[in-house]
């Protein structure tokens, strides 16, 4: 059997005696395949010392003797996890607000960025300033706009991740421990990280510099460091 | 031998070997089919079960030049039942020895 092959049939037996976390359990053996593979080993080798699928799977369901913990499907529990759901609701709907005025403020520091860069001023919300100094204020709104829009895109992905680990909270406490905890945390990994890190690097360098530059730019055009009343910014 | 009767034997001896330290799915694997004849998938089902069962967890660790591993690590209960249940074992495998020995005896 091929590696493909193996994993098609391991996959759909799994699928089959309905085990949850099959790609968490699939990973396993990727690792193992990987680490065969560079030993110098063939699929066939390695897939025939693994053991058949259907054997393998089988083991992935728990018997009735297997589960330590009794379940624990009583009203008391249930009450519980019903007032649990209930404050994780709040917290939920606290953090869609903190999401909700994150993604808000990427979009508004983007859309005047783009504003400041094209000189095009809409509702004469851009106070007057000289054009030098407003590309780089432009470009230092694109900056923290990416900023913002990474760290929208972070508590998302935490967000979900909580909601998943709660869900096989709420159906451990009432299997008694059948399927393992989910992690609360959320794990970027390998090239995604990086990218991530890279880009969250460079946007915070980009957003200070040009933000630094543009406001000597405009300090030195003004004659003065407050600018802002120089050209009467505040004043209607 | 007895498929069931290897899997408890098997988990203490997953327990013991992540004692001394954290280890990744395929060493441990690999240290236990090397020893044991066992299918080299059948550890993995027993890692599952004990994460579930709150004895190990894990923890995912970036090597370089590959994708992140998957580390086990002992947790206290996890600990403290390796202990209780090591104890048990080599006492009742003490108590079958001496028993098979007799029974050896008898016959001959």
Redesign the interface.
Known sequence: MTRREYFNQLKSELKKMDVEDIED?L???E??F??KLSDGHTEEE?AA???APQ??AA??V?EKG?V??KPEDSWTVRIGLFFASIGEGAGYLLLAGLVTLLAASALAFAVLGILLISDIDIAQIIPPMPYSGAVLLGVSCLGLALVLALCVYRLVMQVGQMIKASIRWHK?MLSG?????LPWGY?L??TKANVFKRTLQVSIVVFVIFFTIGYAVLATKAGALGFWHVWNWFVR | MNIQYKKGVLELCVLSLLKKQDRYGYEISEYLSRHIDIADGTVYPILRKLKSDGLVTTYLSEESGGPPRKYYSLTLLGRSMYDKDCADYLAFAKIVGELLKEERYDKA
């Open positions: 359990i990973s396993e053996y690792q193992h990987a680490f390695v010392k693994l053991g054997e393998i083991q992935y728990l297997d330590t913990g451990r421990a059948q399927y393992p905890p794990h990994s390998g």
